[in-house]
């Protein structure tokens, strides 16, 4: 994620109540026949409530209709899982709208709703180890999410359609989900929308198809994809599909922008600017490449949707491309999405580096050097904040970001340069599609420089004094 300019960092995390009590796990209990409950979260303090336990899901199929002059959804979901331990009911993080059926395995399952928990009662238990599929029917007026750690997020109604995106929240406004990115899962997307509109979404693009004065859209996204990144863009769009290295490039721009505007010459530029990163990072993840430019100014950010980043308006109004928030979102890619987090305390494992992406991108630009960005922000930086572990109210704040960034230069000053760009690849490649903790990089960091890296990590991450600079 990368804020518009113009936003501060300090004003954007007062405006967060860091919510950090932990709800209290309720499924433990053990039932008679050897079946337990799921727990209904995942006991991450960043995001209370999300996530379930007690299951990995492998895949998801959906199929939503969405009709902006009633702002109604329709959906329905294919929920594929394997049970991690005996269960006699699991839990899905559903927010607002009605379920009207479920069903476990093709047979009709109880289920409650309330609160954003979907708890499902199937007929008869579900083994350790057995894979069960999930079929919920919905329908209602999405709701957006209001206390987002980023602002308004969510699912929200456009002018012209409406916009699915928020970190780490908004997948649970418009399908049932385990939604949390420690349980990655591949997708299919099916969105149906009146003729006329545009309904983008992650991945490579399917057939389209129309009946009736509704066009249906689909998606497939085949690498595993946290539920954060997923997204839907729906309005009247100039929608450009082409390729790039042999795997399709899905662009959008709002219609009433021009053709040859700042946004639309900033998406040009997306497949030059992930090959620019895949020379440094390894190669590109993913099966398809893309973004997406949205005018509703709600969306005062971007975010780094699998394979398709969403850019907020805010990037573009000084009416000239903005390379850099490309460069953000794309090395986002590698760091944050193929190799995901594990828990939301290791945030700056994506915005370090994605922030460190666009140091190196302004000076292979012909800008400041990576190093005197080094030296501006070392200047200005408030050691009294943490990198790791921030706290919930802080994951988008400068010490993840910036100091975030700081750290990365910090390892590569200490190693050098040959040890550090093959520390970034083989942490792309050996984690790639996964997920990872601060504590695996700082490993993997050992053992490819063949140096003891834990204090310097310590100072830079968490020190409260300003760290000593390396000396190479
Ligand atoms: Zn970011």
Redesign the pocket.
Known sequence: ??RAVGRSWGAAAVAVVAAATLVSCTGDERDEDGFRAGSVDLADPYVPGSGNGGYDVDHYRLAVRYDPADDRLTGRAEVTATATHGLSRFNLDLAGLDVSTVAVNGSPAQHQHDDGELTVTPGQGLAAGSRFTVEVAYAGVPEAVADGVLGDGGFQHTEDGAIALGQPHSAATWFPVNDHPSDKATYDIEVTVPDGLAALSNGVPGERSSADGWTTWRWAERSPMASYLTTLVIGDYRVETGSHDGKPLVTAVPSGLPATGPEARSLARTGEIADFLAGLFGPYPFEAYGGVVVTDERIGYAL?TQSRPVYGPGFFRRGEPNYSVVV??LA?QWF?NSVALASWRDIWL??GF??YAEWLWEEHDGGATAQRNFERQYAVTNWSRRTLDPGAGQMFSSAV?QRGALTVHALRRTVGDDAFFEILRTWTSERRDGNATTDDFVALAERVSGRSLTPLFNAWLTGTTPPALPSD
Request: negative net charge; glycine residues 8%; proline residues 0%.
């Open positions: 994620m990368s780094e953000h979102e986002h944050g994506n915005e994605a922030s970001y």
